[in-house]
């Protein structure tokens, strides 16, 4: 059956006699179309045809278009669409494609990943160009080794809920298949975002979580961006026990590129600069937030000597980071990606960390071929406080 579908087909193609197939021996019969099996081979058939440029004979358009119709919603349910796994099928979800990612939303539209894909995807390929080995040639892995897209092309899935009883939902079903406590399942519905630990896919709710109802959708535009930057180094690294640092100061830099801001905030920066602690650690002509970009502050705080040294920025938790702090994880990846030389070491460094090596200072400092702490930090605080931060 393939071989003469494809010997017909073939035959409106630019291709060498040899490879237009051959007739099967056997009459036609429809009633072999009835497996999802052979559906499924006549699909492919119909996308080689796409990439061929060619046409089927309307004879065989005619003959099979019905049979491929109703067999369809039969394989929909073996064949999820190019490989994506439907995390949380007991929701109907509205479903949008882009290039590499996989969109799903429930009682809201796909904004803001829907604007911000491309973008998002054309900054991470190139800081990280093996992300294309990943996405577009198949080898995307969990931490655990396992293919979740089982041979096809892998697209990162975003989930966007619309409500707290949907998100809560959500929640509930991570919190089972990844034995979450009770603890953790809490903290995530406070936040109302997470990203899967696999590193397949994000989940943002767009409204009050820890509202029932529908109330008015905020702007999520910066957690879209903070936690693609996170997890899809994360995913790169093949980790699922990426430092708070690495991953933090991503997904900083990816907002910094698109919005020239930083706005996911690790706790409350106004409530912690109110302290005497916070006080100390300010200087004269700004403070880090949301409102303004991270770049001026920082050269300010490393002219005046307010700096974070490099074991400081690897040392962080987010359990007791400061604004500073999180200024110099921002610092410290943006400068680690400053120029193509950087960019390059970078990269080793990721892909050691992928090889198995553990995302430690040493490897760090031999990533990017220095022999010791101050010898990184000449050179870094030099950078924080050129024109070239910005």
């Not at 904004?111 to 911000?116: E, G, I, T």
């Not at 991570?174 to 590193?199: C, E, F, M």
């Not at 994880?329 to 892909?351: D, G, P």
Request: proline letters at 4%; a neutral charge.
């Amino acid at each position: 059956m393939i071989c003469q579908l494809q010997r017909d087909l073939l035959h409106y193609a630019d291709a060498h006699s040899r490879h237009r197939g051959i007739w099967k021996s056997l009459p036609n019969h429809i009633a072999a179309f009835d497996s999802p099996r052979c559906v499924a081979q006549l699909m492919r058939v119909l996308r080689i045809c796409e990439i061929l440029h060619c046409r089927l004979p309307s004879g065989i358009i005619s003959c099979f278009r019905m049979k491929i119709l109703v067999s369809f919603f039969a394989l929909a349910s073996v064949l999820p669409a190019f490989g994506q796994t439907d995390h949380f099928p007991s929701i109907k979800w509205k479903e949008r494609e882009t290039d590499h990612f996989m969109l799903r939303s429930f009682h809201t539209d796909h904004d803001p990943a829907r604007k911000l894909a491309k973008r998002v995807w054309k900054e991470m390929n190139e800081i990280l160009p093996s992300l294309v080995t990943d996405f577009e040639k198949k080898e995307f892995r969990t931490p655990g080794g396992d293919d979740p897209s089982k041979g096809e092309q892998f697209k990162y899935t975003v989930y966007l809920v619309a409500d707290g009883n949907t998100f809560h939902e959500v929640v509930q079903a991570d919190a089972k298949r990844n034995n979450w406590s009770i603890d953790q399942v809490n903290l995530t519905k406070q936040v109302g975002n997470y990203a899967d630990p696999h590193n397949r896919f994000m989940v943002i709710c767009k409204t009050d979580a820890l509202s029932s109802g529908r109330g008015d959708e905020q702007d999520k535009s910066a957690i879209f961006v903070h936690i693609a930057g996170s997890n899809f180094l994360k995913g790169q690294a093949r980790t699922g026990k990426q430092p708070f640092w690495m991953g933090a100061g991503m997904g900083y830099y990816l907002e910094h590129l698109v919005f020239k801001k930083c706005r996911v905030l690790y706790l409350d920066f106004d409530k912690y600069y109110a302290s005497e602690d916070g006080k100390a650690e300010t200087v004269k002509g700004g403070t880090l937030g949301p409102q303004d970009a991270w770049p001026p502050v920082i050269r300010k705080l490393c002219k005046k000597d307010k700096r974070v040294s490099l074991q400081g920025v690897m040392d962080t938790k987010i359990t007791m980071l400061t604004p500073n702090e999180s200024g110099y994880i921002f610092a410290l990846t943006h400068f680690m990606v400053s120029n193509e030389e950087r960019l390059v070491k970078y990269q080793a460094f990721v892909a050691a960390v992928r090889d198995g090596e553990e995302a430690t200072k040493e490897l760090l400092l031999e990533s990017f071929g220095y022999d010791d702490d101050e010898e990184f930090e000449k050179d870094w605080y030099d950078f924080l406080k050129s024109s070239k931060f910005k």
